[in-house]
């Protein structure tokens, strides 16, 4: 159980175009997800915090009308990166946690998404 | 605030020996406590948790890792490593109060090589 699957996996796209990513919580509903990134040979960056029927909460620093999250159901996010630059090539990887009372409310991963721009 | 600190950029060791990870935190409340390993263009596979309880926690593939909340660590052992646990290991920490939501702070990640 608790698995998370991203889409696609890998995409390349010309610079000032738009690129949508999927998180999906497959076995679980979340009711939040957060969406990281990460540079080559550097830590997860948290991006945005979403949950489910309400606006993302964006971290310091993070332009939120470039990088719109979208969290419409409970098993559900889209990354949509818009005007797409080279500097927006990176790792993107989301996280959901489950909508029941965990305590400690795990985050589960998915597998990430290669996004380059030319 | 919560943060995590992973001293070393690499830590290399021969095939059949010991093998740690070193991590520590600083969190307002409670830490709970997480470690991931990532390898080449693929996502975190969890390791193994620390929530509360035995302070020596056992994951999967022969990990584990004992929390000391004196000295505010969490390293990551496993008494014989195998070239195939070559690979980006992140320490992460979540603060228990209320306030920190339910954010992950990540380590910025330890490489670990394991040599034949």
């Known amino acids: 159980g608790a698995v998370v699957s991203q889409h696609p996996s890998r995409v390349i796209c010309k610079s000032g175009t738009s690129v949508k990513i999927e998180c999906r919580s497959l076995?679980?509903?979340?009711?939040?997800m957060f969406w990281y990134r990460q540079f080559p040979k550097q830590s997860l960056m948290l991006m945005a915090t979403?949950?489910?029927?309400?606006?993302?909460?964006?971290e310091q620093g993070v332009e939120k009308d470039k990088f719109l999250i979208n969290h419409a159901s409970l098993t559900l996010s889209t990354l949509t990166v818009t005007s797409a630059h080279p500097e927006d090539s990176s790792f993107y990887i989301c996280?959901?946690?489950?909508?029941?009372?965990?305590?400690?409310?795990?985050?589960?991963f998915g597998p990430g998404t290669r996004l380059t721009v030319l | 605030a919560q943060s995590v600190a992973q001293p070393e950029d690499q830590v290399n060791v021969a095939e059949g020996n010991p093998l740690t990870v070193k991590c520590t935190y600083s969190?307002?409340?409670?830490?709970?406590l997480f470690w991931y390993v990532q390898y080449p263009n693929r996502g975190l596979q969890f390791l193994l948790k620390?929530?509360?309880?035995?302070?020596l926690v056992k994951g999967s593939y022969g990990f584990e890792a004992e929390f000391n909340k004196s000295q505010t660590s969490f390293h990551l052992k496993k008494p014989s490593a195998l070239v195939s646990d070559s690979a980006l290991y992140f320490c992460?920490?979540?603060?228990?109060?209320?306030?920190?939501?339910?954010?992950?702070?990540f380590g910025g990640g330890t490489r670990v090589l394991v040599k034949p």
């Open positions: 996280s959901a946690s489950r909508a029941v009372p965990y305590s400690y409310n795990e985050q589960f």
């Open positions: 076995d679980f509903q979340a009711t939040t």
């Open positions: 979403s949950n489910e029927g309400s606006k993302a909460t964006y």
């Open positions: 969190v307002s409340g409670n830490p709970y």
């Open positions: 620390y929530i509360t309880g035995d302070n």
């Open positions: 992460a920490v979540r603060d228990s109060i209320k306030a920190a939501g339910n954010k992950l702070t």
